[in-house]
């Protein structure tokens, strides 16, 4: 008996899904952190946060998009803080 014979349409579904998950190489799913491009938005999240977050959420950034989530909730935190410490201050 063949296999995909038995098997139901949404059964041959998930076996074609995963046959393409599997295909996927792994490169295009490899996070590369310290690119010169991400080095020097990492570093304007802390010194000029608004233009930081602008690199960070640009069309062509080469952030995916957990990353970016993570880093515009930090810079978001970042500016409450200072906003923070800066009222405490006076």
Same mark, same amino acid.
């Given at each position: ?5 038995? %098997? ?31 080095? /020097?938005?990492? %570093? ?11 690199? %960070? ?21 970042? /500016? /409450? ?10």
């Amino acid at each position: 008996m063949n296999k995909n014979n038995d %098997l139901t349409k949404t059964q041959k579904e998930i076996l074609e899904r995963r046959k393409r998950i599997n295909r996927r190489s792994l490169e295009e799913e490899k996070v590369e952190p310290f690119t010169k491009y991400k080095i /020097i938005t990492y %570093l304007f999240i802390f010194l000029f946060t608004p233009y930081g977050l602008y690199r %960070l959420l640009c069309k062509n950034s080469p952030f995916k998009k957990g990353e970016k989530i993570v880093y515009t909730i930090i810079g978001i935190v970042y /500016i /409450i803080s200072i906003y923070d410490t800066i009222i405490k201050m006076f």
